[in-house]
């Protein structure tokens, strides 16, 4: 069991995004692209770390993707994001989505991966993460 992973899980960490599952981002078996979702994914994370930077970051890595079930059009999808740690100019950062299926109103953990973000600044050059107040 890795050392995100829990027995029983429930969301980690804060909401960070919601949006419903459309029809657009599905294959022909209805269910939704992996990159669709990665991308959400990204935008939360992103969304969350530059909170913790005060300021423009940008994703460097992804790690530990992992996908537990598929996601099927009309799904209400929520992503919970939590930091695990800050370095220098660094934050790792876990993204998790989880899914209210409007067929079955089953709430359940679709994936999670630990995202790298690095802070930046106005040129794009690496700046150290000033502590949050």
Known sequence: MKEYEQEDPIPQGDLALQLTALPRETNGFGDIYGGWLVSQMDLAGTAMASRVASGRVATVSIDRMAFMVPVAVGAQLSFYTQTLDVGRSS???LVEVWSDDPVSSEWRKVTEAVFVF????STGRTRSVKPRR
Not at 118 to 121: E, G, K, S
């Open 91 to 93: 934050i790792r950062m």
């Open 118 to 121: 690095v802070a930046i600044d």
